[in-house]
């Protein structure tokens, strides 16, 4: 079963359009291989009925239709580098955004959190090297419920990616046979919700660091801008925004100062 060039390109623009994500003839099979699954699952057999449906539906069949055609992948300690940089630049930290000591809280924002992999390590990196005293605030969200579901239940398969020390598998992870379960003391630090990058923020506060890991390489050029535009007003002055390894800032800068790669502060 194949979809047509023209159906290819009406699920392209419809994901698009609401995910930002652009789907060029590289995602050809990926999305015709998923497409044909869910319509089954529906019972139907047209990818045009399908899609009819979908264009009217910002429920359940529009939900499940995000958690396939997005990409989850991520990992406990990924790009580890930001996870250093929090615990070896934390005077710099401080110095530069001095609400945090003031307001004796940090906020931050896993801004495609995924399965809560990147959230959680955020929490254990700073309930261990944050001065006591300071409210650690994480709030987490992604496009996709299914994932947000998983996040919400903690518990993980680690793999030979999860680059979890055993002091911090110790002190934060109960094992139950194969399962680890994150400890109440890490749950409580952070809040999941289901959150496209592609609405306008709805935030009051300003976060002190946001990261944006490994989404942005789906969107295009001017999607990516518009974001990064998002992000920086929505830091506070002296935030960090951290971005994944393959993705960067370079001429969409933005008025972001540059710290280090894949690290940036709003400086005023
Ligand atoms: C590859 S994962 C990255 C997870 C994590 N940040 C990391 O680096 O390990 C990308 C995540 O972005 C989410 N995503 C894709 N488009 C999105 C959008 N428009 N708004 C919010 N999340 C989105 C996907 O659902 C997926 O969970």
Not at 100 to 119: M, P, Q, R, Y
């Amino acid at each position: 079963m194949k979809l047509t060039q023209a159906q290819f390109e009406k699920f392209s623009i419809l994901v698009k359009e609401r995910l930002g994500i652009h789907l060029n003839e590289s995602k050809r099979e990926m999305v015709q291989s998923k497409v044909f699954k869910l319509l089954t699952k529906e019972g139907l057999t047209c990818p045009d009925e399908y899609y009819k449906i979908l264009i009217k539906d910002r429920s359940t069949l529009w939900s499940t239709f995000v958690d396939e055609i997005t990409i989850h992948k991520t990992n406990f300690f990924r790009e580890d580098n930001h996870f250093n940089f929090i615990k070896e630049k934390l005077d710099f930290i401080l110095k530069n955004n001095p609400e945090i000591l003031k307001n004796s809280e940090i906020k931050v924002w896993s801004s495609a959190c995924s399965t809560g992999d990147e959230a959680y390590t955020i929490a254990m990196v700073l309930k261990e090297y944050i001065p006591p005293g300071i409210n650690i605030k994480i709030l987490a969200t992604d496009v996709s419920s299914l994932v947000i579901q998983e996040a919400q239940e903690a518990e993980y398969l680690l793999d030979q990616g999860d680059l979890i020390n055993p002091y911090f598998l110790n002190k934060y992870f109960k094992k139950f046979d194969n399962i680890y379960k994150v400890s109440d003391t890490i749950k409580s630090l952070v809040t999941f919700r289901t959150f496209n990058l592609m609405e306008p923020f709805p935030f009051k506060n300003k976060f002190d660091i946001i990261f944006c890991r490994n989404v942005m390489i789906y969107f295009d050029f001017p999607t990516q801008e518009e974001l990064i535009k998002k992000f920086y007003n929505t830091l506070a002055t002296g935030g960090l925004l951290f971005i994944g390894h393959s993705e960067s800032l370079t001429q969409k800068q933005y008025k972001f100062d540059y710290i280090q790669p894949t690290i940036y502060m709003r400086k005023d």
